[in-house]
């Protein structure tokens, strides 16, 4: 069974840090790509960043880049995210996000989602 656990959420002041944690099992860890999406109920979905499976690529939203840093530890099957000067608008729930092979999907690629942690950024 694939399991996508996050954690580290919290609440923080303008311009501090947290660092959100993704535990991952049933599968290939190794493998995949991972993500990070947030949710606000304004906005909706919203894409965070995305690290290759190898982590040698990332990339991000423009509403994160330099502030946001994406990694994972492929041996303990682990993803993060380092959230830095943080902002009001960062303000959501994180959810990690892989999208597993699966021929029955659309794309051949099934997507997954932990629950999610609570982010909120507020003086």
């Known amino acids: 069974e694939v399991q996508l656990v996050e954690s580290g959420g919290g609440l923080v002041q303008p311009g501090g840090s947290l660092r959100l944690s993704c535990a991952a099992s049933?599968?290939?860890?190794?493998?995949?790509?991972m993500s990070w999406v947030r949710q606000t109920p304004g906005k909706g979905l919203e894409w965070v960043s995305t690290?290759?499976?190898?982590?040698?690529?990332?990339t991000y939203a423009d509403s994160v880049k330099g502030r946001f840093t994406i990694s994972r530890d492929n041996a303990r099957k682990m993803l993060y995210l380092q959230m830095n000067s943080l902002k009001p608008e960062d303000t959501a729930v994180y959810y990690c996000?892989?999208?597993?092979?699966?021929?029955?999907?659309?794309?051949?690629?099934?997507?997954?989602w932990g629950q999610g942690t609570q982010v909120t950024v507020s003086s």
């Open positions: 996000k892989a999208d597993l092979s699966d021929r029955r999907y659309l794309g051949g690629r099934r997507p997954y």
């Open positions: 690290i290759s499976n190898g982590g040698v690529s990332t």
């Open positions: 049933g599968f290939t860890f190794s493998a995949y790509a």
